[in-house]
Each structure stands twice: as C-alpha cells, then as structure tokens.
C-alpha cells in the first residue's frame, strides 16, 4: 500500500511515498560468494592506474544521529539503538547491520559544519566543494573527475547520474566553465541513455551504409578544411557508435540471478548493481541518488524505510567491488547536503542541520576504519576537528591522487581546483 | 525578373523593399585613401584585411556560387535556401547576383526574425522565463529590426525600461530576469561594452590593468539603487532615492573603503542632482509599490552607456556584428577588450567602429557593407599546400559551427519539413504563419545544442548529440516522405542523376560532382528493393556530414 506524503519541505523534489517495509530487507546478507573475478574484456576496459568515483547521494539530508554518528540515550538520540561495527570502538545505528560489518573498508568524518540549511545551497557546497556565488559557477565533482580521471578514449560518458527520476538528458550547467563534455547525463529510473537504441525500423546494415556515406561526405570536405571543432562533430559519432555497442552495459537484467537477490530487487538495489555494472564496465565517475531523506515527520519511520533500503545494496556495493578488485580504486562517498536536527520536533521529524553532521566514505586513498571529528554528547556541536565541504573536496581529489591545489585556466585566469582556503582531512586518507 | 528568384523562398509577401543597391554614407578611412576621397566600408574592409604582404599567396579566393548563397542565407536568415533558390542562384549568370542577393536577404521578414533571435541569445543567454514571457521579447525584438531601430535606440529602451508600462516591458526583460545588480553590472559591462568587469567586483584585475573596482563599480553604481519587486509576480524594478556604492579590495589589507558616482568605464561620475527631502519620490517604495525616486540614477545609465562619441559602446556592436558574420570578433572573446588584448586588425575595428557611429547605428547598412565585401565572399577551403596556422586571418573564410536554431531550421529546410508545411499552407501562408508552425520544432535542438543558461553559445560535439541525430525520432520524422518534402520530392524523381542534384541542391546547396553522382546511383542501384529507406538513408548521410553541420 503506498501513501503520497507531501509534506516533506513542499518541493516538487520531495514527493514522498511510503512504501511498505520490503520483505527480506532485515534478513541477513547471507554469504556472498563472488567466485567470479574479473576476467575478459571487462578487465581489459579497466587500465592500470585508472581510478573511479562512486557517489552514493541520499537525497534530503540524511540523519547523522540514525547513521554514522548515533546519540542513544540522549534527549536528541531517538529510539534506536547502536551497533559495533567491523571495527572495534566503532558504533553506528542499528539500522545498518549490513554496513556495520564493512566498517573496515570505511572511514567517517563526523566534524562536517557547512552552515548551509537550504536544499539547494547545500546541494552546492557538497557538490562543489564551495559556496554558492554570484557570478560565479563552479564544477561538480563529478564533472572534474570526468575531465582529470577521465579519457576522451572513452565512449562511456565521465559523469553519469543513475536517479530514480531524472530527465534522461545532459544537465549541461554542472560542468560549469569545464563544459558540456563533463556535464552529467541522468539515467532516469536507471534506464540506459537517451537514443541509445537504434530504431526498430533501421537495420545494422543500412546503419553502416548510411554511416559510411556520411563518413566518405565528410572526408570529400574535411579535405579542404579541418578543424578542431570538425574533428570533434566526426568523433562524436565514432563514441556513439561505441556507446551503442556499449548498451548492455546499462542493461541489469543481464546480471546472472544471484545479484539481483544480493543487491535487493528494489529500484535503489537495482540502481546500486548498475553502478558496478558501469564502473566495471568503465564509467570514471556515477553518481546513484536515493530519496527521500528529508524527514521533518515521522523521521524515525522513514529512516527505518528508507535505510532499509540503503543498507543491504550498500553494502554488496563494497563487498562487489571488492571482490572484483576494484574498491582499492575506485573512491566511495556517502553524503547528503546536511544531516538533520538532534533537535525532535512535535511531528517525531527531524529538521535542516548543517552544524554537526557526518559524510562516510570508502576505497581509493581512504584508510579503512579510521574516524575523523567529534560530536558533544547529544550531537548538537562538532567538538574535535571541524571541517565544511572545502576541506571533503579536498580529500576526495587527493584520494583518487589528484593534487586539490592545482588550478583550472578559463582563458588564463586561473581557478583553483578546490576551495584554497581548505585543506585535506588526512586523517581518513590512507 | 531574374533578380527576384531569392525572393521566392523567403516570403511570399515579401514588401517592395528595392533591391538596387543604396549607397551607403561613406566613411573617411585612414592612411591610404586618396586625398579628401571616401571609400565605402567594404573597400576599407578589403583593404585592411589584405593589407599584410603576403596575404596574395594565401588568398583562398572567392568562395564559389552554392557556398556564398548558403553562407548568406545562414547569416541573413538563420536557415539554408530551397532547391529552387539555389538551383535559379547557381544558374543567374548576372554579375551583380550576389550584391542583390545579401540585399534581398537583408529587406526580408526572414532577417528581422533571424537577427532577433541572434539579439535574443547574445543578451538572454538562454535564461529561463520567469517575469518576462519569451513571445513578447522576440516580437518586441522582431519588430525593432523590421524597423531597423538603430542600436543605440535599441540598446536605450533595453537598458531604460523598468517594466511598469505594458508598451515598454518586453523591453525591461534584459534587467528583469536578472534582478541582482552585481549581475546585471556584470552582464551590463559584457554584453554593451566588451569587457568582463566581473573579478573586479572584489579587487582590480590581477593581470588587466585596464579592468580596475573603481570601473566595475562606475556601472554598479547607476543600478545599485534598484531591486525588482515582484509584488504579485507582477516583477518591476523599485529605485530608492538614496544609497551610496561603496567598495573595497579583498586585496587591500588597510580595508580602504572607496565611494563611486555612476561612471562608465573611463567616463566622469555623474552628480546626482539635489532634491528637497520632502520631495524624494514620485512614488515612495512599499511592499506592493515600485519606488520611482524625483532623481534617477539608473535613468542615467541609457544615455551614458549609449552616447555616440563613447568608444566602448560603438566598438562593441560593430566587434560583435563582424563576429556574426566573419566567425570571430576583431577582438576575440568578444568581451575582453583591453589594450593588451589587441584586436587582430586594430585599424579595421577604428575603422568599424566609427563607421557605425556615422551611420548613426544602422545595423542593417553596416551587415550590407560586411556582406559586399571580399572579404565575406572568401572560399573556405584552404589553398593547397597551405596550412592554416601560416595564413593570415581571413585569407580563408572561418568555418562557424550552425547555432542551434540554424542548425534546427537548417534541418527542416533541407528535409524538406518547411516545404511541406507551406505547401500545406497553401495561400494562408505568411512568414509568421509558418515561423509559428515550425518554431516549436527547436526545442529538442535548443535542449541538445544550447549552452548552459547564462553563458554565451559555443560549440561543442557530445555524444548525445550525436545519438540525437542517430537514432532519435525528430530527424527521423523528418525525413518520413510526407506531401511536398525531400523524401517526397525524391521519390517522384525517375533517373538517379536527377535525385543526385535534387539531393545536393536540397541539403548542401549546390550540385553533386562526378564522384558524388556516382555513388547516389551506386548506392540507390544496390538499394532497389526498399528505395525510400535508401534515399532516406542517403539523405541523414549529407544531413550529419561536417559539410552540413558547419556554415562554410
């Protein structure tokens, strides 16, 4: 039985919709047993030396306090209780048990103070690692990341978004002044991108013959003029070519059985199994949105749902790329754009934080175990090593070995790579 | 009657407007010309740009018939001429074909829309529609070049308007959609004058010297006053009577506040003029009221910014109405214009400049003289054995990647979309009424080719562009045979050679030479059974060839 509830924050961005407490969701993961390592052609996509980025978005701002950084027993904490975790000394909520034992392949910041209480603002600083400007428009991580990890060789766009509903195109304003190559293209509801398929009524043959011919009109030009902008308008369908041969690539149903079962037949389950399908396939950097954790009512309910949901596909998200040797290079962060209240409101919600709250993170250049900053007793203070979104950038792009004090150029004026005034937390790098 | 062929396609009403050539003002060049002797614009154009000596050797040359008309018509008109225009074109053996044609593109309702939509782009940068709807800007705009409203008239009502009389709004939709005056100085600086103030809201420009807080805050200061009140989603912009601009440099550690009058870059401040306190406001601001005050700064920002005799002003247009036609501005980006960015021909762009201040900011005469020079008419191909980083500038004619909306009505000319819509049309059929039926056809192209809102349109190639155009349903549909459209046409053909040269003609404007003829044939020979997916086939092959993508 699903309920529309619209009240979280009345954006058209947070209808919500109960949905019953998936069945088999608090059973136990089981064993996962990857025989299969990568081998074949999947391995050959992956170069030597080549790194990857996993952000998994909790839309709305997920509770600190029913995560990463519990309060039990506190007038702020809430009803549940906290877990160990595969590191001893390490407690987390127990709504997490499947997480819990990853613990070791994590690490936590739990000082993070972005003074940012908007939506969309906060949005930013976590994308951008900066404040919202006038003026002034700063590149996603995800589009960075395409641009300096990222190879042109590669037909797979560099920042692809999986959400459960996106608009199937090319979101050109995150790349910002790093251009519409970098920007981020949505997979709504994890569908493969726009006109990918090629149309029932043409066959592959007249595909090439009419590519063929477009190829030799371009020559009988190019031979009197060639340009950068003409090399880049024939390269571009070269890469769609090599996009659509690629297709399957965004195709789940193509996973043997036992995946589905282990990521969980859900759509975040689903949308998890896809991202390693993509990053094992080549993808520099995806990005998977769950929703919605924006819960001023009833936030203990949903934070029950909706980790429910996280926690299993989260967690064979690690254990997979693990298994297929990937995790040691491919950077994994877990983040909102704040956390919530320890205050409780009169309808049992939570509501917009941005003093004290807590991003997790995993793989590449990060030091298993390892916890950075404190909260005061009942959370509503960072204590030891604060830190705001300047100082996650930073530490995301030294994870994946890139120098964060570097600059971009637009037209020889140079720009930083991340906030100058930031630095990286070293205490979570390994 | 010969002359008249180009105006076939372009309007069926279209007005009297003459196609004898009117001689422009003239214009007194520089060193070079003959003693009390004026030379017209496109001479001086010439002139300058083949001046440097060994320019002779990598003269590209004229560009040849099929290219010129295309070019023009992209330029003039935003889209590509029907077979029949351009077959009429290539055989006219007048020697003057050309001068009437950029004159008859120049008279037609097709180039008032086309220059609009180009305005519409350079100063809205694609911003989203929140106070002012879209229609009525590009009609306000449409109708100011069918007027060919001088630009100074034009950039005054833009910059004046404060969206409180209906007549003039659509006007005020440059200052509306922005709001923020930090914005709006930046925007202001870029988009009328040619320079990029925008580090300079926070220090003087760290490697420009001559882009300074105290120019950046001149400008601010005439708009500082202003916010837009939006009581009621009506969205008017509210002055207050007092309110000093002041700055500082996050550079200057002595924290030295400094206080600017409203002043263009390298003009004087302007006093405000003194008003008994009782007397302030014409309409005092409230909540629901815009605040007009007795003294306006920001009605001093028109007339300042807009003044014949200002420099900045009249370089910009003529800098920017070169780069809509040549493919590059003289100075290059369009909005950094400084002494140590020099302009590619630094005499040229004087020479321009002042030309359209004569004129009195006649953008229509000053195309016509860009539009009869040599230099315009320049082949793009590269002289053999010549590489182009050796020639000078404009030796060869610049290649300019389609914009978005030429790239859509391109698309719909050649498939034939606009022949079968006007045909079915049939007498009812005006530039508008056919404008209307096939605008919304741009959508798809404006979402996949348009740059990010509030940035200037360039080009880039991605790959879901190229699948677009692959695999989506809109070229597709297009190219459907359908009463009176490309594939339609094709298939009425008999002989190969004949679908050949309408083939070409349609698409890329101009015949098909041996080689080409032969592999249509070739092709459509292996393709018997299933003819209409060949011709089809052949046809998105020169539709998504470079040869099409690009204005040559």
């Known amino acids: ?430 | 009657m010969p002359q008249r062929w180009f105006l076939l396609s372009v309007s069926l009403f279209v007005c009297a407007a003459s196609a004898e050539a009117v001689a422009p003002p003239a214009v007194r060049s520089s060193a070079g010309a003959k003693a009390g002797g004026t030379e017209p614009l496109h001479r001086t154009i010439d002139r300058l740009v083949s001046a440097p000596k060994d320019f002779a050797q990598f003269d590209a040359g004229p560009a040849p018939d099929g290219e010129f008309l295309r070019r023009a018509y992209l330029d003039l008109t935003g889209t590509i001429p029907t077979a029949t225009v351009a077959r009429a074109f290539l055989k006219d053996a007048s020697p003057t074909k050309r001068q009437f044609l950029i004159d008859g593109l120049l008279a037609s309702p097709e180039h008032s829309r086309h220059l609009a939509n180009v305005f519409d782009v350079m100063l809205m940068e694609r911003r989203a529609d929140r106070l002012v709807p879209r229609a009525a800007w590009h009609s306000y705009l449409r109708d100011a070049f069918a007027a060919n409203k001088p630009w100074d008239e034009l950039a005054r009502e833009i910059l004046a308007s404060n969206g409180a009389d209906p007549k003039t709004r659509p006007a005020a939709k440059f200052f509306l959609e922005r709001g923020e005056p930090h914005l709006l100085t930046r925007d202001i600086g870029r988009l009328f004058l040619g320079m990029n103030l925008q580090c300079c809201q926070c220090h003087d420009h760290p490697r420009i010297e001559d882009y300074r807080q105290e120019h950046y805050y001149g400008i601010f200061a005439f708009i500082g006053r202003t916010t837009v009140l939006n009581a009621k989603g009506t969205g008017v912009i509210s002055e207050k009577a007092d309110g000093e601009t002041t700055f500082q440099s996050v550079f200057d550690p002595a924290k030295v506040t400094k206080t600017s009058l409203p002043r263009v870059p390298g003009g004087k401040g302007l006093a405000d003029t003194v008003v008994p306190k009782d007397k302030l406001y014409v309409v005092a601001p409230t909540a629901g009221a815009a605040g007009v005050p007795t003294y306006s700064r920001r009605a001093r920002l028109a007339p300042e910014v807009t003044r014949a005799d200002y420099e900045p002003f009249r370089r910009n247009i003529a800098n920017r109405l070169w780069a809509h036609m040549l493919g590059r501005g003289l100075v290059h980006p369009l909005d950094m214009d400084y002494p140590g960015n020099q302009p590619s021909h630094a005499e040229l762009l004087d020479a321009l400049s002042a030309d359209i201040a004569a004129r009195k900011f006649d953008m229509r005469g000053f195309m016509r003289e860009i539009g009869l020079s040599q230099t315009y008419a320049r082949s793009s191909a590269l002289p053999a054995g010549v590489k182009e980083t050796d020639a000078p500038l404009y030796a060869t004619a610049l290649l300019k990647p389609l914009t978005p909306e030429q790239f859509g009505f391109a698309l719909m000319q050649a498939t034939g979309l606009t022949d079968s819509i006007r045909q079915s049309q049939g007498k009812t059929a005006t530039e508008q009424s056919l404008y209307t039926a096939l605008s919304p056809n741009l959508a798809p192209f404006i979402r996949a080719f348009g740059s990010p809102a509030g940035t200037p349109q360039g080009f880039d190639a991605t790959v879901d562009q190229a699948l677009f155009l692959a695999n989506g349903p809109t070229l597709r549909s297009w190219l459907t045979p359908r009463a009176g459209n490309l594939t339609d046409r094709l298939l009425k053909l008999a002989g190969n050679d004949a679908v050949a040269e309408e083939l070409y003609l349609s698409i890329l404007t101009r015949l098909p030479d041996a080689e080409e003829r032969k592999e249509v044939a070739d092709f459509l020979t292996s393709r018997t059974k299933d003819r209409s997916a060949a011709l089809q086939d052949l046809a998105w092959a020169l539709l998504t060839s470079t040869e099409f993508r690009f204005n040559h």
Not at chain 1, 29 to 44: K, P, R, T, Y
Not at chain 1, 109 to 136: C, L, S, W
Request: glycine residues 10%.
């Open chain 1, 1 to 430: 039985m699903t309920n529309r509830a619209t009240y979280a924050c009345n954006s058209p961005a947070h209808d919500l919709s109960r949905r019953s407490f998936l069945a088999g969701t608090a059973g136990a993961l089981g064993s996962l047993s990857f025989g299969n390592f990568l081998h074949g052609a999947a391995a050959g996509k992956l170069e030597k030396d080549q790194k990857r980025v996993l952000v998994i978005w909790l839309s709305g701002g997920v509770s600190q306090l029913e995560t990463w950084d519990p309060k039990p027993g506190t007038n702020t904490g809430g009803p549940f209780q906290t877990i160990e975790t595969s590191v001893p000394g390490v407690h987390i909520c127990e709504l997490l048990p499947h997480t819990a034992k990853q613990m070791h392949r994590m690490a936590l910041v739990r000082g993070i103070n972005t003074i940012e209480d908007d939506h969309g603002k906060g949005a930013v600083i976590m994308h951008t690692g900066r404040r919202q400007e006038p003026g002034m428009t700063y590149p996603h991580l995800g589009s960075v990341c395409a641009k300096m990890l990222g190879s042109d060789r590669n037909p797979l766009p560099g920042y692809i978004h999986v959400t459960p509903r996106g608009n199937g195109g090319v979101n050109a304003a995150d790349s910002a002044f790093l251009g519409p190559r970098y920007a981020s293209i949505s997979l709504d509801n994890g569908q493969a991108p726009a006109n990918i398929t090629r149309p029932t009524e043409l066959n592959e043959s007249s595909d090439a013959e009419r590519n063929a011919l477009r190829l030799r009109a371009s020559e009988r030009f190019l031979k009197k003029r060639r340009t950068a902008d003409t090399e880049a308008y024939t390269h571009s369908y070269d890469q769609a070519a090599q996009l659509m041969r690629q297709k399957d690539l965004f195709d789940v149903s193509k996973e043997p059985a036992k995946y589905a079962d282990m990521y969980g037949k859900h759509d975040f389950g689903r949308h998890c199994l896809m991202a390693r399908r993509l990053l094992e396939g080549g993808a520099t950097f995806v990005k998977v949105t769950h929703s919605n954790y924006d819960t001023h009512h009833e936030n203990f309910d949903f934070h029950i749902e909706q980790l429910g949901e996280f926690d299993q596909p989260f967690a064979a998200l690690l254990e997979d790329l693990h298994q297929r040797g990937l995790l040691s290079s491919t950077l994994v962060v877990v983040m909102s754009e704040f956390g919530r209240t320890p205050n409780i409101n009169r309808n049992y919600g939570r509501d917009h934080w941005s003093r004290a709250w807590s991003v997790a993170l995993a793989g590449c250049g990060i030091k298993g175990g390892a916890v950075s900053g404190k909260t005061n007793a009942n959370g509503t203070a960072v204590t030891d090593r604060m830190v705001h979104g300047g100082h996650l950038f930073h530490t995301y792009l030294k994870a994946v070995g890139l120098d964060p004090k570097k600059n971009f150029y637009i037209d020889q004026r140079p720009i930083p790579m991340a906030d100058p005034k930031a630095s990286v937390i070293s205490e979570v790098l390994a």
